[in-house]
């Protein structure tokens, strides 16, 4: 049997690796690029138009013309056939209408249904709720986990959250990609998947702990035992998510693609610290407690 708690120094030294990769690029980001990501117009506020084609319309024909104005990254959706919702950096009068005027070349009559502007407030108080969003989450997977299982495993399962969480952002960050809402819920998706998975190891260490009483077997090597059991199941779950999030990656479009890449990264990191992190996280405070 692989001893997975014997290793786990190698385990912790490469999520160290991760973890100070990923504070190295919110650090470089906010020296060098002045922010610590590259928030988008949910966070730092700007322009929302709705307009109408006069016939089918490709999305990507209207970011080809955005693009040509440095606003490549605006969110594009389809509100209909004929209808374009468009969310970009704050507009000045003058290039709405140029933009407007660029797609009446290609498409005819262009029919300015909504234009609205959010302000930087806005976006402050977004980043604030997505801040409590995350406490309230962390704060009931502490209770649910301390009163199912101890206070150990809910600390484990916490420590290898955020290792998720953090490793998740910093790859966003050090890649640059455009910050909406989206990407808060796309954190806290990743943490419910974490914190099942995690879960259904610390299921079976429990499970094993009754099945080997009197048994003289360390605690250790219970959880080894249980992550044995559950290890194909752990892989199967990710790789099939995986697949899911890949179709959604390549086929969904670009607004839906950042959205994406982020869940893939942190299902990804998500998996392996249910088993390389939480797990021996217990069974090293377990062994410090005797």
């Known amino acids: 049997m692989f001893d997975y708690i014997g290793k786990r120094k190698k385990w ?12 190295a690029a919110l650090i470089y980001n906010g020296l060098v ?3 610590l990501m ?32 440095g606003l490549e990254q605006s969110v594009i959706q389809k509100s209909g ?12 009068p003058d290039l709405r209408v140029k933009i407007i005027d660029e797609l009446k070349e ?24 997505a801040w409590w969003a995350l ?33 998740t952002t910093g790859i966003v960050a050090l890649l640059w990609r455009n910050i909406e809402t989206p990407f808060v819920a796309a954190i806290l998706t990743i943490m419910g998947y974490s914190i099942n998975d995690t879960i259904v190891i610390f299921d079976r260490i429990r499970e094993n702990i009754k099945k080997y009483a009197g048994k003289k077997k360390k605690f250790a090597e219970i959880v080894n035992i249980s992550i044995s059991e559950t290890m194909a199941r752990s892989i199967n779950t990710v790789l099939t998510t995986i697949v899911v999030v890949l179709a959604i990656l390549c086929f969904g479009g670009e607004t839906l693609r950042d959205f994406a890449l982020v869940l893939l990264i942190g299902f990804s990191v998500g998996a392996y610290s249910s088993i390389f992190i939480a797990s021996p996280i217990v069974a090293v405070w377990e062994a410090k407690q005797k």
Do not use: C
């Not at 290609?106 to 709720?129: M, N, S």
């Not at 986990?145 to 955020?162: G, N, P, Q, T, W």
């Open 33 to 35: 690029r002045g922010s």
């Open 106 to 129: 290609k498409y005819g009559e262009v029919e300015l249904l909504e234009a609205d502007t959010i302000g930087p407030v806005v976006g402050k108080e977004l980043r604030t709720q």
């Open 38 to 69: 590259n928030f988008g117009l949910d966070f730092t506020g700007g322009t929302m138009i709705n307009l109408r084609f006069p016939e089918k319309v490709q999305v990507v024909v209207v970011r080809e013309i955005l693009g040509r104005h």
């Open 135 to 167: 406490l309230v989450a962390s704060l009931g997977i502490i209770l649910y986990v301390s009163l199912r299982f101890e206070f150990k495993y809910a600390v484990a399962a916490l420590i290898a959250l955020y290792h998720d969480a953090l490793i």
């Open 81 to 92: 056939e004929r209808d374009i919702y468009i969310r970009t950096n704050e507009l000045v």
């Open 12 to 23: 912790f030294f490469f999520s160290g690796l991760l973890l100070s990769l990923a504070v």
